[in-house]
């Protein structure tokens, strides 16, 4: 069964670093999203991105945060100065257009296993 | 935003018994989703519901569109030990373009055997 890739699995970082989490999403899905959860929260929402462009953001994705997706397969999400508080777990999901299939494979987001960020 | 409260936080239950969690908020969703997650890893879609008053079944899982559309309950019957982990309810915003996400604070089972 296709799924949603992410690496690296653990990221450890000073603050101030810049880091660039990586996700493959599943190759026939064209909507992608960006989520996080900060340990012993709820998942969040950060942003939305389709056909090359930003969607919806949240207010948690300010100046710091950029999504890109460089080539045919992978979707990126790059901090560029870490902080702290960005320490959490950090989801990727991705979802098929609407008319691609039978409910619920159409209207549902498949999350990834999460990369672990450590701002120390 | 979008608030989510979900019930109960934790719950604590012997093998064999049947177990119910729910969701309400304060706004309505066109669409209720309830996924688990296991430590470690990302959410997994148990059950997706998309009208009010929907009732879906999923092997022992059984969850509920609530006719409001402002909630929904995810029941577990018969539970065994791999159904320990988080369940988190999640709304879809039908003003949202691609669907954005709001979730709930999950509830964390324990199954005793």
């Known amino acids: ?120 | 935003g979008q608030q989510l409260n979900q019930s109960p936080q934790s719950m604590f239950i012997q093998e064999g018994e049947d177990v119910s969690m729910n969701c309400t908020s304060s706004s309505i969703f066109n669409t209720w989703l309830w996924y688990k997650q296991d430590p470690g890893e990302g959410p997994v879609l148990l059950i997706a519901l998309y009208k009010a008053g929907e009732l879906t079944s999923n092997g022992r899982l059984t969850a509920q569109f609530g006719i409001t559309r402002k909630d929904s309950f995810l029941n577990i019957s018969a539970s065994i030990p791999s159904d320990v982990g988080i369940y988190f309810c999640a709304g879809q915003d039908r003003g949202s373009t691609l669907g954005r996400l709001y979730f709930g604070r999950g509830t964390q089972l324990t199954v005793w055997p």
């Open chain 1, 1 to 120: 069964e296709p799924e949603v890739t992410q690496t690296p699995s653990h990221q450890v970082t000073q603050m101030g670093q810049e880091v660039i989490l990586r996700c493959v999403p599943i190759s026939n899905h064209l909507y992608f999203y960006w989520y996080r959860q900060i340990l012993g929260q709820k998942v969040e929402f950060l942003v939305s991105f389709y056909n090359n462009e930003i969607s919806e953001k949240s207010e948690i994705f300010d100046d710091q945060f950029s999504v890109e997706r460089p080539d045919g397969s992978n979707f990126t999400l790059k901090i560029r100065s870490t902080k702290l508080e960005d320490s959490a777990m950090y989801f990727c999901a991705s979802r098929a257009l609407p008319g691609a299939g039978e409910r619920p494979t159409t209207d549902t987001q498949y999350f990834g296993p999460g990369t672990r960020l450590t701002v120390l």
